[in-house]
């Protein structure tokens, strides 16, 4: 157990509909990241969370919103869901600049 | 922005056999990060490196923080089929503040 935890593991969808991912970081960390793996590729950072503010963006989709709520937990919200947006979500946290990032086992999301 | 290319893409070894995989990238970096993923799960640090030419070791894995900044590679020695999965190397920098992955490094052992 990395102590990050994300729910759901599986979700499967509809095209067009709207999905929230959820993310509980490491105790007391206050960073949180997201990243999206397709199948059999590298992950792509899309956005990070530092005690409640967006830090830094990558390349998210409009479609795409993120936040993280005063117990630092995080939601990812995918909306208008195509067939493409289909991969392994992860969320990782940090606790400082000497700490290494601690990722999630991920969310699985399957858009049919 | 920011490029990693890790290689090889994939190695397929004998058990018992040393492995290398290395990044470069196209920019510096003040932190290389090592991760293994299994199959359905997220990634887990291996080993990071916070200064230009340090080399660190755990267990039977080495890696390397370039003198350059901008390359770093990973040694597995005498490798056994738990070693299966798929290797990245990340970068962080504190301008970007985020870690920029690589590709991945597939390997797989032969018993």
């Known amino acids: 157990d990395s102590g990050v935890t994300q729910t759901p593991k599986h979700l499967i969808t509809a095209t067009g509909q709207r999905v929230t991912l959820r993310c509980s970081p490491r105790?007391?960390?206050?960073?949180v990241y997201w990243y999206q793996q397709s199948l059999d590729q590298g992950l792509q950072f899309l956005i990070q969370y530092y005690n409640g503010e967006e830090r830094a963006k990558g390349n998210i989709l409009e479609r795409f919103s993120a936040q993280q709520f005063p117990d630092l937990h995080s939601e990812l919200n995918l909306s208008s869901l195509e067939l493409g947006d289909s991969a392994l979500y992860f969320c990782a946290s940090r606790g400082g600049a000497l700490r290494g990032y601690t990722f999630g086992s991920g969310t699985r999301l399957t858009v049919v | 922005g920011q490029q990693l290319n890790q290689s090889p893409q994939s190695m397929f070894i004998q058990e018992g056999e040393d492995v290398s995989m290395n990044c470069t990238s196209s920019?510096?970096?003040?932190?290389w990060l090592w991760y293994k993923q299994d199959p359905g799960e997220g990634p887990v640090l291996l080993i990071a490196l916070y200064k230009a030419g340090e080399l660190t070791s755990n267990g039977r894995l080495t890696a390397q923080f370039g003198i350059t900044r901008k390359d770093s590679f990973l040694n597995i020695s005498a490798s056994i089929p738990s070693d299966v999965g798929i290797y990245f190397c990340?970068?962080?920098?504190?301008?970007?503040?985020?870690?920029?992955f690589g590709g991945g490094t597939r390997l797989m052992v032969k018993p």
């Open positions: 990340a970068g962080h920098s504190n301008a970007g503040n985020m870690l920029t």
């Open positions: 105790s007391g960390d206050l960073s």
């Open positions: 920019s510096i970096f003040n932190t």
